[in-house]
Nanobody, 126 residues
Framework: QVQLVESGGGLVQAGGSLRLACAVS????????MGWFRQAPGKEREFVGG???????TYADSVKGRFTISRDNAKNTVYLQMNSLKPEDTAVYYC????????????????????WGQGTQVTVSS
């Protein structure tokens, strides 16, 4: 049974930081590219950042320079470090696993990601 469980969300003031974690079980973690997506109320789910099985990383322009994605294959966990948070970062954040991801390229669309976590709420107050 494949499970992706996000944690680390919460309420922070603008300019603050949070680190999200996604613990993965039931699959060979090192074989998957991992992505982070977010969805604000009334909006479409959008790509935030992703990391290939080799550690190559891609970010949405809106978070580049503020967010960092990383993975620990020994712990079957992917992280999203979020710094300099803005109110517009408020959303439910989801992690997802993509077996089709290459060693070099992160997929930024939702469809290639076969497995998804339940999401964790991030709220940034002004």
């Amino acid at each position: 049974q494949v499970q992706l469980v996000e944690s680390g969300g919460g309420l922070v003031q603008a300019g603050g930081s949070l680190r999200l974690a996604c613990a993965v079980s039931g699959l060979t973690f090192s074989s998957y590219a991992m992505g982070w997506f977010r969805q604000a109320p009334g909006k479409e789910r959008e790509f935030v950042g992703g990391i290939t099985r080799n550690g190559g990383r891609t970010y949405a322009d809106s978070v580049k320079g503020r967010f960092t994605i990383s993975r620990d294959n020994a712990k079957n966990t992917v992280y999203l470090q979020m710094n300099s948070l803005k109110p517009e970062d408020t959303a439910v954040y989801y992690c997802a696993a993509d077996l089709s991801g290459s060693l070099y390229t992160v997929k930024t669309e939702r469809a290639p990601y076969e497995y998804w976590g339940q999401g964790t709420q991030v709220t940034v107050s002004s």
